[in-house]
């Protein structure tokens, strides 16, 4: 049969023979429905729908798209909706399909399919898997990628899905990262929506796979594609800086050859076996996974990775699982199973957690301030009873969400997926604890609710600390990790608070530390992931003797630096059997890698009231390995590699030309600094799979690219900072200079909260001359003029409302 005849035939099979799990749940409905009857708001839609699609008004500026709605009105709306919705693929996607191309904006997917069984060997209406299965290739010319894609196709044959369509597209570009660009997502997007309605998809028997730099895309896409697959299976690939939180309600499998070495490929792949196992170890409902190193395979396993697509069919998707772990990766998407963003507040790294039951749903979001949208319907729970929705820990919503047809139209214009419609939503306000001030749960009493067993003792030693200690004390536990939180002993919490302001006490250069740089750069117990140790007091033993007479934090630091890993006969090797040791086993060892080496550092300047922190970036630009060190504060931030002391001085080391080429905005090549205090990002660490210990971050690429600034002849620096009311945040505005006859002289971005407080833009002004800065954040623009003369920093507010005028300090 020729593929028109057969498009035809499909356009005939009945909606609910489609789409079995929506036609099941209306058919159980129909007699509530039309008992209920279909006056109002049903009749209003029924006439709106009856209108040509381009004469139509918006549906979201229609009364009766707001009246709420009975279970019967919403199911029989969504009906209706999802047919015409159904009707429209059928009417515009026929010739994308025949063409067998996807596109979103520029970018072009083209693919190619294979059916299983062969169409003539099918007996009709059947509903099939979609596999969806990537090519190898990258950086190469198109013809070397389109054989690969070639050879892709032609796997189908040995892979061979059972009832299933098999496509495998091709790349909309021929880059490294050929399938983590954003376009990906979007012409993935499309092609499942089109394939559901044409070619009888079962929505929840969708699979993703893919072979060598589409294993990579697999890694990649997972994650972050997970609400819309069954399974996924990542063959022969390397993931980058993905992370597997995504993964928790996606069984995911890997296969690798056991010399595959490239890339570190055979060594990845134990890497998040392991993060999985621990994933699956703290959530055993989730991360359902198998990893498998072939024995004695290369890059081609010989077939041998097949044994993924049974494995994957056996599984189906779910839709409306109760536990959702929604981390944003490099293309963000609008919505998660059940969980949504509101538009523009979805960011790179944001991740939220939520969980549902019965009739109460709790979200916190662990990274980022994206604004929530919790989905919901009647398969989820009952909608004709209270519902409560708790942002971390605090109701924001108790009541009865109301379905409408808004909300109905809305989610199945996302996304095309008639499993995944939802009648009602509730958007979770920006700030919970002003939404829910009546609770009055401060940071310390949240810690305090999520310790466990271990919140007895917390509360007996909070009661047991004097003032100031007390204050070093609630920073603590309003940071920890809910693992410390839960697991630390009390007594060596309190030994290290003790140490911690007892070192302060007898420091040469306390009067020169302040608070907020005390409880963030010396009072935390750990500098990374290293276990939990008590370390203090034997640190001070052995560095306050190398430091006597020193006056000043960087000279001290410089000295512990070039003596004291002598001393505790630690040095640097590959061979060290830890990634991130604590102090006291990297000196048990003996090895330790630069990461354990700065670990080490750290904790030493610490023990001794040096405020110090742990700083590195995941890759070079170029992938040519990682590195790690330590910044140390004396009036400003400076730098050293732990154990490769530059005599007595900081801001000398053999790395400073490679960190001078790190790109801000690309988290691989980004460097952080680690922060105890919470802030928008994680510190990437990329052995670690337990993002909720990482360490939050600041990124403080800027520093190292613009060390010093030159400044020409009649010319002065200003630092730029743009903060926004009412908290006084600083803000990512795009900002141009202009000198009085209008000649651009510089332009660029503010610094937000993910990078350091000291991270000002730095502008090089005409020393005798006014300029003027235009300013644009948030679709709002005003300009400033920064007047001729001596200031050093320039700070600007941005207006509450539109036309206010920005304050100028």
């Known amino acids: 049969m020729n593929r028109a005849c057969l498009i035809r035939r499909r356009r005939l099979v009945a909606w609910w023979l489609r789409v079995p799990v929506i036609a099941a749940v209306m058919l159980a409905a129909l007699g509530r429905a039309s008992a209920a009857g279909e006056a109002g708001a049903l009749d209003d839609l029924r006439a709106w729908l009856s209108l040509p699609a381009g004469e139509r008004p918006p549906i979201a500026e229609q009364a009766f798209a707001r009246v709420a709605l009975s279970s019967a009105e919403a199911l029989a709306a969504g009906r209706m909706l999802w047919d015409d919705h159904a009707a429209e693929i059928r009417r515009t996607r026929v010739a994308e399909l025949e063409a067998r191309e996807m596109r979103s904006g520029n970018a072009r ?91 009888n998809v079962d929505p929840d028997q969708v699979y993703l796979m893919g072979y ?3 294993g990579d895309g697999a890694y990649q896409l997972a994650p972050r594609f997970a609400d819309r697959l069954a399974a996924a299976a990542a063959m022969a690939g390397h993931p980058n800086d993905s992370s597997p939180l995504g993964l928790r309600n996606l069984p995911f499998t890997i296969h690798v050859g056991q010399n595959d070495r490239a890339y570190g490929r055979n060594n990845v792949a134990v890497t998040w076996r392991d993060k999985l196992t621990a994933l699956k170890s703290d959530d055993p409902a989730g991360y359902e996974h198998v990893v498998h190193v072939h024995e004695g395979k290369g890059h081609w396993m010989d077939m041998e990775d097949r044994e993924a697509i049974p494995w994957m069919q056996a599984f189906r998707r779910q839709p409306l699982p109760q536990r959702v772990v929604w981390r944003q990766g490099h293309a963000t998407h609008p919505r998660f199973y059940w969980l949504a963003a509101a538009a523009d507040s979805a960011h790179v790294g944001d991740e939220v957690e939520a969980s549902r039951d019965g009739s109460t749903i709790d979200v916190t979001i662990r990274q980022g301030k994206p604004r929530v949208i919790v989905r919901l319907n009647d398969a989820m729970l009952d909608l004709d009873s209270d519902v409560t929705i708790r942002l971390a820990g605090r109701p924001v919503f108790a009541g009865r969400p109301p379905r409408t047809v808004a909300v109905l139209q809305k989610t199945i214009r996302e996304r095309g997926d008639p499993a995944s419609i939802f009648s009602a939503e509730i958007e979770l306000p920006v700030d919970p604890p002003a939404a829910a001030a009546a609770a009055d749960v401060g940071p310390v009493a949240g810690a305090l609710a999520r310790s466990g067993d271990n919140r007895p003792a917390l509360e007996s030693l909070l009661a047991a600390t004097p003032h100031p200690r007390r204050r070093g004390l609630e920073f603590l536990l309003a940071n920890m990790p809910d693992r410390d939180l839960r697991e630390m002993p009390v007594d060596l919490l309190a030994e290290n608070v003790e140490s911690a302001y007892a070192a302060l006490d007898r420091a040469p250069w306390r009067d020169r530390i302040d608070e907020a740089l005390f409880l963030n750069e010396i009072l935390p117990y750990c500098a990374l992931t290293e276990r939990r140790d008590s370390w203090r007091r034997e640190m001070q033993d052995r560095c306050l003797p190398l430091i006597e007479g020193v006056t000043t934090p960087a000279a001290a630091a410089a000295v512990l630096n070039k003596q004291l890993f002598p001393l505790i006969k630690v040095r640097y090797s590959k061979r060290r059997p830890l990634v991130d040791p604590s102090p006291a086993q990297a000196t048990e060892s003996g090895m330790a890698s630069c990461t354990g080496l700065s670990i080490v550092l750290v904790a030493a300047c610490r023990s001794v009231a040096i405020p110090a922190r742990f700083v590195g ?31 007595d001085r900081l801001d000398e080391a053999w790395f400073t030309g490679r960190a001078a080429g790190a790109m801000r905005d690309v988290l691989r090549h980004a460097i952080h600094a680690a922060s105890f205090s919470r802030r928008p990002e994680r510190f990437p660490l990329p052995w670690n799979g337990r993002e909720d210990l990482r360490p939050w971050a600041v990124n403080v690429t800027d520093r190292y690219t613009r060390r010093s600034v030159s400044l020409p002849e009649g010319r002065r620096q200003v630092l730029l900072r743009v903060l926004a009311e009412p908290a006084g945040d600083r803000v990512a505005a795009e900002y141009e200079v202009r000198d009085a006859a209008g000649a651009s002289l510089q332009s660029g971005r503010t610094n937000d909260e993910r990078f350091d407080m000291h991270d000002d833009v730095p502008l090089l002004v005409p020393v005798d001359a006014d300029v003027f800065v235009s300013l644009s954040w948030e679709a709002r623009r005003w300009s400033e003029k920064i007047p001729a003369g001596e200031a050093a920093r320039v700070t600007f507010v941005v207006p509450t409302k539109s036309g206010a005028d920005p304050n100028t300090p």
């Open 109 to 199: 997917m083209r693919f190619e399919t294979v059916d299983f069984p062969p169409d003539g060997d099918r007996p009709a209406p059947s509903r099939r898997s979609l596999f969806l299965s990537m090519h190898g290739g990258g950086r190469a010319p198109a013809e070397v990628n389109d054989s690969q894609w070639r050879n892709q196709v032609k796997l189908a044959d040995r892979y061979r899905p059972s009832n299933a369509v098999y496509v495998a597209p091709r790349a909309p570009a021929d880059s490294a990262a050929m399938w983590s660009v954003p376009a990906v997502d979007a012409c993935f997007d499309r092609l499942i929506e089109t394939m559901i309605v044409l070619e």
């Open 212 to 214: 060598s730099a589409g």
């Open 617 to 647: 970036i995941p890759a070079w630009p170029g992938n040519t390995g990682n590195h790690s060190w330590v910044e140390v504060w004396d009036g400003d931030w400076h730098f050293t590699g732990a154990a490769e002391p530059a005599g």
